[in-house]
């Protein structure tokens, strides 16, 4: 979904980095670090330092926890919302030696979304309660996705950007928009590139879908192990199936305008454990 707003550097958002505090874990077991304070839709990552213990069992309030073995070190991942409500909540992390990782975290509202008027394209041949109810029916869809289980990660090395040029950000995450009646809030990001730029995949992964609706467009989602995703939107073409294993940094698709699009650009969301997080703050979450 395209908007003709001022462009922004991405590389000055990728330099906000969390704010990180010493961790608290009972009988001493070597860890790292966990955010005393976050924001709605972040990601965080707490890094067990060459623990030789395995994690059995982790949750965040009352939301589950993926916990992995991440180049040598086990890390526990989850997210924040964009809806979280405010308020403390206890991460609670279980070993298999008995150990016992707890820590408060609080969730505080560190920007206000930003609100605005966006119209439907006429090839959508859409009414607004039409298009949030395509929404619904595609959301569901795509939670289905998403809602599958893995044990198996498939990544070893950071996440990359999509984009050969990811610095022109169309639309951030958040973004609350107002069309007709109806309010949308928009669960990923916009990077605006030219029809037809070549689009890669984030970092190693199966293709868990590739498919086309009228409000997504031509898309495609790829499963990275653990509950983490990252989806495509608004394709032109689509070079890869249902199935298909991927590396890091292969071509997948291009640029286009399909779907609930004003001009050709990139939607791209990562879910996980089937929460929408802010893709941007997500890449620097990963070492």
């Not at 959508?124 to 990660?153: C, G, H, K, Y």
């Not at 031509?218 to 070079?239: D, R």
């Not at 939607?267 to 997500?282: C, E, T, Y």
């Amino acid at each position: 979904m395209n908007m003709n707003v001022n462009v922004k550097k991405l590389y000055i958002i990728l330099t906000i980095s969390l704010f990180v505090f010493p961790a608290f874990l009972t009988e001493a077991a070597n860890y790292e670090y966990l955010n005393s304070v976050a924001g709605r839709g972040d990601t965080i990552v707490i890094y067990f330092k060459n623990n030789k213990s395995a994690i059995k069992s982790a949750a965040f309030g009352t939301q589950p926890i993926s916990y992995f073995k991440y180049k040598k070190d086990y890390v526990a991942v989850f997210a924040t919302s964009a809806t979280q409500a405010v308020g403390k909540y206890s991460v609670k992390i279980n070993f298999s030696d008995g150990t016992v990782f707890k820590k408060i975290l609080a969730i505080k509202v560190l920007s206000t979304p930003k609100k605005i008027a966006l119209g439907i394209p006429k090839k959508l041949d859409m009414t607004p309660a039409s298009l949030v109810s395509n929404l619904r029916t595609q959301n569901a869809v795509l939670n289905n996705v998403f809602s599958a289980t893995s044990t198996e990660i498939f990544f070893n090395s950071p996440f990359g950007l999509p984009l050969a040029n990811n610095r022109n950000l169309g639309s951030l995450y958040g973004e609350i928009r107002q069309t007709g009646n109806e309010q949308i809030r928009h669960m990923g990001v916009d990077l605006i590139a030219p029809l037809g730029a070549s689009v890669y995949a984030m970092n190693y992964g199966i293709i868990s879908k590739v498919y086309y609706d009228p409000v997504y467009g031509n898309s495609i989602l790829i499963n990275h192990g653990h509950g983490i995703f990252t989806a495509y939107f608004h394709l032109n073409t689509t070079i890869i199936k249902q199935g298909d294993k991927v590396q890091k940094g292969a071509k997948i698709g291009t640029v286009g305008k399909t779907g609930y699009a004003t001009g050709p650009h990139l939607h791209l969301s990562v879910k996980i454990n089937g929460i929408s997080v802010n893709p941007l703050k997500f890449i620097s979450a990963f070492k």
